[in-house]
């Protein structure tokens, strides 16, 4: 009889310890299932400040864009003029050419 309650016992105890492995388990992937999904909702749709900030840094890098682009078109401004006043430069001093040549053959 007391072999038979050994076992008893025995088989008992680890049914139990058999039970509480697979509930541990059971949590363990579980709270690994919860991150998981919670990581890819988080990559998925993250949260509004995120998204505001991603704005804030969007509307700063076109001020930067926008400033840029604003300084350049001066510059292009200011080369054009630059030419513009140098191919009159170079129309008057043709011109004083042709009279300087028109000269001396009279």
């Given amino acids: 009889m007391k072999s038979s309650l050994r076992a008893l016992l025995f088989a008992t105890l680890s049914l139990s310890s058999s039970h509480a492995l697979a509930d541990g388990l059971d949590s363990v992937f579980n709270d ?19 998204a505001s900030d991603d704005r804030r840094y969007d509307d700063e890098s076109r001020t930067r864009y926008d400033e840029r682009r604003r300084r350049l078109e001066e510059r292009h401004r200011q080369l054009d003029e630059r030419q513009r006043r140098l191919d009159e430069e170079r129309r008057r001093l043709e011109e004083e050419e042709q009279r300087l040549e028109d000269d001396d053959y009279r």
């Fill in 32 to 50: 690994t299932i919860n991150s998981v999904t919670e990581a890819i909702n988080e990559a998925y749709h993250p949260d509004s400040s995120d």
